[in-house]
C-alpha cells in the first residue's frame, strides 16, 4: 500500500485481494488492524520498564548449519533466508540483539499468528495453578454448549495440550478442509446473502465431530485454542484479551498495546487473533524464563512455567511426525524440544517465534513473513541458529 | 455486548444492527475498532508525561441556567442530562475535575467523531505556518484529482474554514441526503455485488459537484475535511493519523494510542474517525492553549493558535444560522464563539467537546453519547455550564 491514493497495483484490502498471500502477506503482517476489526489489549497507562542494553555486534557473525544441508551460514545470512522481519535476543535479561526488516521497526505491530495459542494456553495454566480451572474436568462440564460437540467428552488437559480426537482439517491445500468453514465463520464480515453456516468461533465449535479417542495423539488443531479460550470466559468472565491485558500486558511493563482481530460478535481469536511489538514478546519470554517473576514481582506461582517446561507427552507427540521437531512434545500450547538446554518455544505460521532457552538464559522473539506456512521449511535455517547462539552466549558467559 | 457469547438482543455488530442508533450508541462509541478497520495513532514508546492534579470537589455543586430554560441546574446534574461519557477539566494545565461514565473510563477510547475535522484543521494550520501548505493555492493546483469537482476552484482556505459552495447535503434524516452516497463509498467493508459508486473517500470526493460560489457562506460538510486530508497527504507524503502521531501524539505526553476508521483502501477518515483517551484529548486542548508549547517545547508556531483563535468570517457564518453559537465563526475546523473569553472549540455530534478558554485558562474535554445526532440539543445544557465552570475557576484564582 502506497500513495494517496494507492495505485490499483499496490492496493491491499478486502475483499478479494488474498491479502495473506505472498508477497502481499509481507505488508499485511503489520497492518492487520488496518483490514480487520480488532479488539485491544491494553498495555494500561503507567511508563514502560526499560529493556537494559548490551548490544553484542559479534552475534552477526556467528555460523551454524542449516537442518539437511551441508552449507554452514551465518546468523545475519538466516535473518534473510527466512524472511524475518524483527528479531530480538535478550540474554540474562539484557538485549544483546535487535534488528527490524520488512514492515516492521520498534514501534510497529507484527501479526503473532498462532503464538497467540501460547497466550490462551498460558492463561489457561496459570488459572489450573491458582485453582479456578480443573484441568481434569470435562468441557461439557464447563462449558454445556459444547456437550454434544466433539470437545464434549475431552477433558481441558486434553484440549490444551491437543491431544483431543477430532474430526478437523487444517490442511490450508486442500479446499475442502474444515479449517475454511471455520474461517467463514470467524470472518467478522457480512456474510454472502446465501450463507448458511455457523456464525463466529462459538457457533463453529459446537459443529466440530470427534473422530477417534482423545489422549491418544497430539492433533495440531486451532480449534482447541478457540475452544479453550470458551473455557477461560466462562470460568472467568472475562475474554483472552482481556485477561492478556489485566494478567500480562499491564503488568509486564510493555511499550505497546497489543490487539486481537475479532468475530462478528465481538469473541477474540484465541487460536491465531494476536498482534504485537517484538520487545513485549520478549518481555513475556522473560517472564516465562523467570517463571512468573517480573522485577521482583511474582505474577503467576512459578509452577506454571515448570508444568510447560516438564512438556507433554512426547509418545502422543512423536505420533504426528513432526520432523524438524524430534523427541519433542506439546503441552499448554507451547512447544517443548526437550533438547539438552530445555528449550521450549511459541510458535506461528510463516515463522513467528518466542523462544525461550533456560540453559543459556536466553530468550528469542522473532516475527517473519516467510512464505511458506510451513514452519518447516523456516526451521532448518531457525532453529540450529537458535542452537548456534546458545552455545555462543553460554561460551561467552564462561570466558 | 454481554456474555460468551453475547444473546442475541445484546449482540452489537456489523452489518445490520445500526450500531449507531441510540441506546446501541453508548456502546460503540467505545467500540468502534471492533466494528471496523482502523489505523493506529502511535504514541510512541516513551513514558507518558502526568498530568498534575488538584481536584476541586465544588464544582460539581456550580450552578447555570440552561439555555432556553428558567430552571437552574447545577454542573454535576448536567453530566447526566447530556450523556456524559467522560469528562475532564483542566485549569492551569492541572486537572481540577475527572468523571467517567456509561463505556468509558481513564483506559479506554471513546470516538471524537467530528472534533477529528479538528485535527485535520490543526494540521494544516500548521502546514501553511511553515510554509509548507499556501493556504491561497487553488486546490486543484496541489491535488489535480480533485480539478473537475467543486473543490477544483475553491482555494484551500475556503476548504479549511468551510465557505466552499457544495452540492452536498448531511441531513441524515433525508434518506436521500449525500451523506448515505458517501457513507456507502467510505464503509471498508465489501461493497454489494451490485454497487457501483465510488470507491473510498478519494473516489468520492472525484464526484461532487459545485453548487453557488465559493467564500460566500459557512457550510459545514464533511467533505471539506477529507478533501483537506488528501491534500495534507500530497502535501507531506504521509496522511493524517501518521501526522497526528508525528506531530501532536509522539511529542504531548499522550497516554494511550488513538486510531482512525479507514476505508477500504486505508485512507483514514479525516471528518471524523478518530477515537481517543479523554486526557489525551484535554492534553491537545492545553497545547492549543499554551499556543503550541508542551512542557516547554515549541510543537508548532504559536501564530497557528492566534490564528485559530481569531476566528473565520463572522457573516459567513451567520447565514448557516447556528442558533446557540450566535457571533461565532469557523476557522481551520475549528469552532470560535467570540464571546468574552475568547474560547474556541472542536466539536462532535452527540456531544463531544474539546472546550478552550484562554481567559478563565480551563480547558475541557468531553465525551458524550447523547441521543440526538444534533449539537443543538445539548449546548443548552454545556455552553452555559462551561462558562458558569470558567466564571468560578476565575473567581476562585483571584480570591
Known amino acids: 500500500m502506497q500513495g494517496f491514493p494507492p495505485p490499483a497495483e499496490k492496493l491491499i484490502g478486502q475483499p478479494d485481494s488474498n491479502y495473506f498471500s505472498f508477497p502481499k502477506l509481507r505488508w499485511t503482517v503489520c497492518h492487520i488492524r488496518e483490514l480487520l476489526p480488532t479488539r485491544e489489549v491494553s498495555r494500561g497507562l503507567s511508563a514502560p520498564t526499560p529493556l537494559n542494553r548490551s548490544l553484542d555486534s559479534s552475534i552477526d557473525a556467528i555460523r551454524f548449519t542449516p537442518l539437511g544441508s551441508s552449507e554452514p551460514m551465518t546468523w545475519q545470512q538466516s535473518l534473510a533466508a527466512n524472511y524475518t522481519d524483527g528479531i530480538i535476543v535478550l540474554h540474562k535479561g539484557r538485549v544483546v540483539y535487535e534488528r527490524y526488516a520488512g514492515c516492521l521497526d520498534e514501534q510497529r505491530k507484527h501479526a503473532a499468528m498462532s503464538m497467540t495459542k501460547s497466550l490462551t494456553g498460558l492463561l489457561a495454566e496459570i488459572l489450573v495453578a491458582e485453582g479456578a480451572l480443573d484441568d481434569e474436568a470435562m468441557v461439557a462440564k464447563l462449558v454445556p454448549e459444547l456437550a454434544s460437540s466433539a470437545f464434549g467428552d475431552a477433558t481441558v488437559r486434553q484440549v490444551m495440550d491437543m491431544t483431543t480426537a477430532l ?83 499491564q503488568r509486564l511493563g510493555t511499550e505497546q498495546d497489543a490487539y486481537y482481530t475479532v468475530d462478528a460478535l465481538g469473541t477474540p481469536f484465541a487460536g491465531g487473533g494476536l498482534s504485537a ?122 570466558r
Open 167 to 249: 474430526d478437523f482439517s487444517e490442511d490450508y491445500a486442500d479446499p475442502n478442509a474444515h479449517i475454511w468453514r471455520y474461517s467463514a465463520a470467524a470472518n467478522p464480515l457480512p456474510k454472502p446473502a446465501d450463507y448458511e453456516g455457523p456464525v463466529g468461533y462459538f457457533q463453529y465449535l459446537q459443529t466440530v465431530a470427534k473422530r477417534g479417542t482423545h489422549g491418544e495423539a497430539f492433533g495440531y488443531r486451532t480449534v482447541n485454542s478457540d475452544a479453550l479460550g470458551w473455557i477461560i470466559a466462562r470460568v472467568t468472565g472475562k475474554d483472552v484479551s482481556e485477561l492478556v491485558s489485566e494478567r500480562l500486558w
Open 277 to 398: 511489538g517484538l520487545r513485549d514478546m520478549a518481555r513475556l519470554g522473560q517472564l516465562m524464563l523467570n517463571e512468573g517473576l517480573h522485577d521482583g514481582v511474582r505474577l503467576f506461582p512459578a509452577e506454571v512455567v515448570r508444568a510447560i517446561r516438564a512438556g507433554g507427552d512426547k509418545q502422543v507427540f512423536a505420533k504426528a511426525g513432526y520432523k524438524t521437531l524430534p523427541g519433542g512434545s506439546y503441552r499448554a500450547m507451547w512447544w517443548v524440544l526437550h533438547n539438552a538446554n530445555g528449550a521450549f518455544a511459541a510458535r506461528g505460521v510463516h515463522g513467528q517465534t518466542l523462544y525461550v532457552d533456560p540453559t543459556a538464559e536466553m530468550v528469542i522473539a522473532r516475527f517473519a513473513s516467510h512464505p511458506s506456512a510451513k514452519n518447516a521449511d523456516n526451521d532448518p535455517t531457525s532453529l540450529p541458529a537458535y542452537q548456534a547462539l546458545a552455545d555462543y552466549l553460554v561460551d561467552r558467559a564462561i
